[in-house]
């Protein structure tokens, strides 16, 4: 099952693992510093779009998709 999107990482683990032993409760991400992001939804349609369409598309390509 290697390569599995539903695989964590036994380091990971550990650290949930700390952290809750610690007293934390929460399952939600800690808050992050910096701009949150934001992108519209046609957007990424449109990105999606030319990565299924084209797999040799580049990252320049994608930058003209979305301006």
Request: net charge negative; aromatic share 4%; no cysteine.
């Amino acid at each position: 099952m290697a390569g599995d999107a539903h695989n964590v990482s036994r380091a990971l683990v550990y650290k949930w693992h700390k952290r809750f032993r610690e007293g934390r409760e929460a399952i939600q991400d800690d808050e992050r510093s910096g701009r949150p992001r934001e992108i519209d939804d046609n957007v990424t349609q449109s990105i999606r779009d030319a990565i299924t369409g084209d797999g040799r598309v580049t990252i320049l390509d994608i930058a003209e998709i979305v301006d």
